[in-house]
Nanobody, 114 residues
Framework: QVQLVESGGGLVQPGGSLRLSCAAS????????MAWYRQAPGKQRELVAG???????YYADSVKGRFTISRDNAKNTVYLQMNSLKPEDTAVYYC????????WGQGTQVTVSS
């Protein structure tokens, strides 16, 4: 079983930055893919960025050039560095781990507003 704990959300002005963290515990060696999703009010959850065990990285077009996903294997933590934030980035951000099963974090609110 894998457990995920997210942190780092908050309120930021347009153009600002935030860094989200997702710490994994439990059966970490089984994790093959970790990703960040987001869900805005009234919209479906969407994949923002993902990183595979072999280092392959995916970004949604809407965040390319602004967001960076990375991982620290020693800390079993995945990060999402978000720069040049826009109001349309406002959403609840969820961490997800794929390990044969699928586990979601509790979500962290990101609000971009002046």
């Amino acid at each position: 079983q894998v457990q995920l704990v997210e942190s780092g959300g908050g309120l930021v002005q347009p153009g600002g930055s935030l860094r989200l963290s997702c710490a994994a515990s439990g059966s970490n060696s089984r994790i093959v893919y970790m990703a960040w999703y987001r869900q805005a009010p009234g919209k479906q959850r969407e994949l923002v960025a993902g990183i595979a065990g072999n280092g392959n990285i995916y970004y949604a077009d809407s965040v390319k050039g602004r967001f960076t996903i990375s991982r620290d294997n020693a800390k079993n933590t995945v990060y999402l560095q978000m720069n040049s934030l826009k109001p349309e980035d406002t959403a609840v951000y969820y961490c997800n781990a794929q390990y044969g099963g699928s586990k979601w974090g509790q979500g962290t609110q990101v609000t971009v507003s002046s």
